[in-house]
């Protein structure tokens, strides 16, 4: 399929419909008992809901788009094996830990990416009613407001988020912590990454994350000229799990420096 057969306006504008759509079935269903199982450990939960929502997800985009391919957390991954076409990354709940236990702080993400590159992304927080989302080359958007671009800060200035769990891992954040401004920590990859695009963070760190945690956050950032990749650097694959930093430009050059030289 080439890009030019793509209507991405019309995809955003369908993606944000059924994303409000899966947005009032979570919050039926969040009301009703739903079961909630461990995957890897406890740290890891998976709900009923989640798993009903990529089952909605799934059955949208097969009868809109025959020919698109869906790679979701909840199973749908299993299928694919590269990004060539077009691809619907979706996470259906981001956040499930926060759904469960807060009943808030989680999100709907979906990247929609074409040779793995990124076409539409939508970051929705369900409680908070907050829908970020972008088309490729024509900017991103909060609620339908588009957000400024973002100028060049600073490490000193910054607030930083990442789970504390990390810097057992990785000493070197210790470094970072001490530069910072400030630290906070969210729980949902999805909705920390919005936040950097749109200036409420400066950078958001984590040493293991999936494509559908950073697919649709990563195609909001990249339009307002936010840096993602790697924690070393390097490009991203959105093909399998690993290390990511996404960050305001100046904060992000200053942050691969403290993890070079530290
Ligand atoms: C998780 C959240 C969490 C991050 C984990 C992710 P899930 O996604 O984004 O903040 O630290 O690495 O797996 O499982 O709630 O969709
Ligand atoms: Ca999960
Ligand atoms: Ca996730
Ligand atoms: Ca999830």
């Given at each position: 399929m080439i890009e030019s057969s793509i209507n991405m306006n019309e995809i955003k504008e369908i993606a944000e419909s059924w994303t409000y759509e899966a947005a009032a079935k979570i919050k039926r269903e969040m009301n009703e008992s739903y079961s909630v199982d461990t995957k890897a450990d406890e740290h890891d939960l998976v709900t009923e809901v989640d798993k009903s929502i990529e089952t909605f997800f799934a059955d949208k985009i097969a009868k809109q788009y025959p020919g698109h391919r869906l790679m979701g957390e909840?199973?749908?991954?299993?299928?694919?094996?590269d990004l060539n076409g077009v691809v619907w990354i979706l996470d259906p709940i981001d956040g499930t830990v926060n759904f469960v236990h807060q009943r808030t702080g989680f999100a709907i993400s979906i990247g929609v990416y074409q040779n793995g590159e990124p076409l539409v992304g939508i970051v929705y927080d369900v409680i908070q009613d907050e829908m970020f989302s972008s088309v490729k080359g024509q900017g991103a958007f909060l609620n339908g407001v588009r957000l400024a671009d973002l100028y060049e800060s600073r490490l000193d200035r910054s607030l930083i988020s990442f789970n504390s769990g990390w810097v057992l891992q990785d000493r070197r954040l210790e470094a970072l912590i001490e530069q910072a401004r400030g630290m906070r920590s969210y729980g949902a990859a999805a909705l920390e990454i919005a936040y950097v695009a749109c200036g409420r963070l400066d950078a958001y760190i984590s040493f293991n994350l999936a494509p559908w945690d950073i697919a649709g956050g990563c195609a909001i950032l990249r339009e307002v000229g936010g840096v993602a990749s790697d924690y070393e650097g390097k490009e991203l694959s959105f093909m399998g799990k690993g290390t990511f930093l996404a960050a305001n430009p100046g904060v992000y050059k200053e942050i691969l420096h403290t993890v070079h030289t530290s």
């Open positions: 909840e199973g749908s991954f299993k299928d694919i094996h």
